[in-house]
Structure formats: C-alpha cells, structure tokens
C-alpha cells in the first residue's frame, strides 16, 4: 500500500495532523496507524466491582487509542508558552500562540461551543501569589471537561473517517527509510509514504527510543517530575478556581531552591488511578456536568528533577520511586496531611474520621517511606506557602496521593520544521519530548500539516 502521508498515533497531535492535511490538501492518500482501539472501544476494564486493580491489558484503553492519553483526561487546553511544552523554541512564540488559538477554534466549533474559557491576565491573584513567594503563571484555558472532550473526539473522528485511513490495533513495530521515502512495517502488513508523522506519546516512548536508536536519530533525556496529589474541600480553593479554573503556581523552596508547581487542578474533580507502564500512579479528573462534580478539588504538586550526564535514565527514576509506593500499597497510597506532619502513616479509621471523603480507595500509608527526602520537604513547604493563599491548604485532613510522576519523553533531536535528519521523518507531541500537553501536542500536528502542503 502507498500513501502520501502516513501518521503513527491516533493522539491529539496525530488527529490535528490529519485534520489539517485533508484540509490543505484534500487529494492526498493519507493513513493513521494506531495501536489502540477506536474511540467507542476504549475501556479500562477496572469497574471497581469485579476487577478493582490493573490486569495489565496488552494496549492500555487509558492511554492508547483514538484520542490518545487525552481521551478520558479533563480536557484543559491551555493557551500558553508558559507551560506544557517548548513548541516555541522550534516555531517561535507567536506562531505557537496562533496555533493554539486555531486549535480551540477547532474544537469550540466540533462540540466544544458552550464550554469556558478562563484567564489569568490582569487577575488580582497574582498581586496575591507574589506577596507569598508564589509566582502564578499566565494562561488561557479551554476547559472542555471529560464528558465534552469525549463528543470533541467523537465530531472529529465523522469528519475524519472516510477521507482518512484509520488501522486500529496496528502497532507500528518499525520504521525503514526508503530512496524516496518510508516503510511503515507492522506485524501483519506494511506500507509506504513519502512523509511519516511520527505521533507516539507517552505510551510510545520506549517504542520511539528504539526507533531513534535504529534510524541514527539523536535523542537527550534528563528530567522527571515528582510528586502528590493533593486532595481537599472543593471551598478552600474556590476563590481561584471559580475565577480561572486551573491555576499554575510555582514555588521555589527556601531549603534547596527547589521549584515545586501545582499541575492538573481539577475543581469539584476525583482522584484516579493512571497506569504508566504497568506502574499504577495516581491523576486526576473533573467533569464540566453538575451531576457529576464532587465537593472535593484536587491538584498534584510536583518538583522537577534535572540530572545530568551521563545520567540518562530519569523516567526508571521516577518508575523506581511509583514501584516503591505499588510494593507498600498495593497501588496508590493515600495519607492525611497531618499523619505526615506527625511521623506516622494513615490509617483507615483516621481516613475516615477526617472531614475529607477521599473520591479514590487508595491503601491508607506512610509517604515518606516513599518519596526522597527533598522532595517530600519540598512539597510540605509548598503546602504552607499555599495555605497562605488558600487558608485550610495545610489542614491536618488534607488528603495528599502519591505517587503522582510526570514522566518526560527525551527530546528528539529536530529542525524548525520539526523533522529529524531524515527528510520527510516528522516527529510531533510528546513522543518528541517538545510537547507535554493537548494544546501543544494538537499545535504541532497542524504545524507540521502545514510544513507538508508546503506552507
Ligand atoms: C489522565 C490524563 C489527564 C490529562 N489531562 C490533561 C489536560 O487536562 N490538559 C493537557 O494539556 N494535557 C493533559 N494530559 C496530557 C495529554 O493527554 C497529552 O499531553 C496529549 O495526549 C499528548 O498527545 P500526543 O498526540 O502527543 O500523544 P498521545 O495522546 O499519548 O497519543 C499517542 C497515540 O499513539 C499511539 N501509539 C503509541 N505507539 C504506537 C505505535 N508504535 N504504533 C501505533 N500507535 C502507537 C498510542 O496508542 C496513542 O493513542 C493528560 C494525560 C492523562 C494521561
């Protein structure tokens, strides 16, 4: 089979590359080769009932499949060069913008329309972060919420599916470079192209490591973020996220000038598992459908750990310290703030005591067996310097999860055009490491669409 241009990954960043490239040029052959399921297929088999924990599914419906990791997540599409990536250091920030922009075009006109965009410009609140050695970032967030990002993907797929080829449950296994192009070898067929776009994500890293490794391909690696998620009453953060929804504030700490930040904050959300690799770790997610919202909000605080050479391998790192916690807890552990303050693990009477109802049934535990002793200090002192802002932040029944790991891709080495040294192999999202969320991820599918048509 040949095609113009074959995608590899069905995620946000392969799904904005097709949507682009049959706009810009509607005669091309284009194909999407996914390892996951299609949309109405996806689903985790954990009911809570029958299977309570990960039976380790050959592709995870959580993060494979149409829509990728961001199909079931809290859809945020954050407006920023802020956070979330460093698209804009390959495109510049301008460009990065007005492709973020279109991107929310895209989906407020395929479902999205009726959902809100929050900001955090000219907000008081970050007179009041500043005055507490916080330091709020700027953004602009859709938030589309679990239930809409769903009808999103669903609208985007119609439009998709008879002028693109979809190969669902196709895992690519590899890539060969050709004369004058690629073949795309999985295990039961294979293809041709002239252009590859290469869309893998967080599931696919291991995957495209290897890809690097065989096409000559340079790659760098060295940072994982490290963390809880920190759980508590929906109230004592209502006055941020009532005005801007999610709230990215950094911390640097007094003791090692550390930077700890508050990410993924879900108002009125629950607390869930994630399977990273067959490492259950812990995220969480909210619902824009008041039947559905909690009166708990959760947000994770995690501090960024740099290594450097030879040091290469900081996501094992971090999988090392999320096995540590499986090993004690048999999945995520939950402990109350004070529990922690105090030198002794949760229990499961003490849990139930506190005025907090916990929306995950984590294994009540001690997360400093767990958690290096920097960053754990990190976290506590992040936890008082917020509670300065959002008084209560350091009650004793402060739910705190963990652990909660932001593994980085490595970053593949590539041009402004984001092709690597092969002409015509583009690497985009996060399986390029550039990329860290939805909006970045989709922004660079169109980018390298556009490059493509040869605009
Ligand atoms: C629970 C959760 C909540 C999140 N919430 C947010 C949020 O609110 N806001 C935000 O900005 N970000 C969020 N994120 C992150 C966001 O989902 C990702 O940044 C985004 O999905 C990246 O898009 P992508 O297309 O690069 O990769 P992915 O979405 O990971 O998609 C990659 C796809 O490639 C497929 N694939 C992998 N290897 C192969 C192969 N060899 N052959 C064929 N197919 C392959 C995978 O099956 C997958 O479907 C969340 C992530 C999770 C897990």
């Not at 490595?410 to 985009?428: D, F």
Request: glycine share 10%; aromatic share 8%; proline share 3%.
């Amino acid at each position: 089979m040949k095609y113009d241009v074959i995608i590899i990954g069905a995620g946000p960043g392969g799904i904005f590359s097709a949507y682009e490239l049959i706009r810009k040029c509607p005669d091309k052959k284009v194909a999407v080769y996914e390892a996951g399921y299609p949309l109405e297929k996806r689903h985790c088999p954990i009911d809570g009932d029958k299977v309570k924990s990960c039976i380790h599914c050959e592709t995870c419906a959580i993060m494979s499949g149409f829509g990728g990791a961001g199909a079931f997540s809290d859809g945020k599409y954050n407006i920023t060069n802020d956070f979330g990536g460093t698209l804009y250091e390959f495109i510049g920030k301008e460009k990065a913008l007005e492709l973020m922009r279109y991107v929310d075009d895209i989906n407020v006109s395929h479902g999205g329309e009726g959902t809100r965009m929050y900001s955090t410009s000219g907000s008081e609140f970050k007179k009041l972060c500043m005055q507490n050695k916080l330091t709020l970032l700027d953004a602009s967030v859709r938030h589309l919420g679990t239930d809409i990002n769903y009808i999103v993907l669903e609208h985007l797929f119609e439009e998709l599916k008879d002028k693109v080829e979809f190969f669902f449950r196709t895992p690519v296994e590899r890539i060969e470079k050709l004369e004058d192009g690629y073949k795309v070898i999985c295990k039961d067929c294979e293809a041709e192209c002239k252009d590859c776009i290469v869309s893998v994500g967080r599931s696919g890293s291991k995957w495209m490591s290897k890809i690097c490794e065989d096409l000559d391909i340079a790659t760098r690696s060295n940072r994982v973020d490290l963390g809880v998620r920190v759980e508590l009453p929906a109230v004592i953060f209502s006055h941020l996220t009532d005005k801007l929804y999610e709230s990215k504030i950094v911390y640097r700490t007094e003791k090692f000038e550390d930077q700890v930040r508050t990410f993924c904050m879900n108002p009125n959300g629950i607390v869930v598992n994630e399977n990273t690799n067959g490492i259950v770790t812990v995220n969480g997610h909210s619902f824009e459908g008041e039947d559905k919202k909690t009166e708990n909000t959760n947000f994770a605080l995690l501090v960024a750990k740099h290594f450097s050479e030879p040091f290469k391998e900081s996501n094992e790192y971090g999988e090392s310290i999320a096995r540590l916690s499986n090993m004690l807890g048999g999945g995520v552990i939950v402990q109350r703030f004070g529990d922690l303050e105090r030198g002794r693990r949760s229990n499961q009477k003490r849990i139930d005591e506190g005025t907090i109802r916990p929306t995950l049934a984590a294994t009540p535990g001690d997360l400093s067996l767990v958690l290096p002793k920097r960053i754990m200090d990190g976290i506590i002192e992040m936890i008082y310097a917020l509670d300065k802002i959002a008084p209560g932040t350091a009650n004793d029944d402060t739910l705190l999860y963990g652990v909660e790991v932001k593994f980085y891709n490595m970053e593949v080495r590539l041009n402004e055009r984001l092709e690597t040294n092969h002409k015509g192999l583009y690497v985009i999202g996060d399986g390029s490491g550039v990329t860290h969320s939805l909006s970045h991820a989709s922004a660079s599918g169109i980018y390298v669409a556009r490059q493509i048509a040869g605009e």
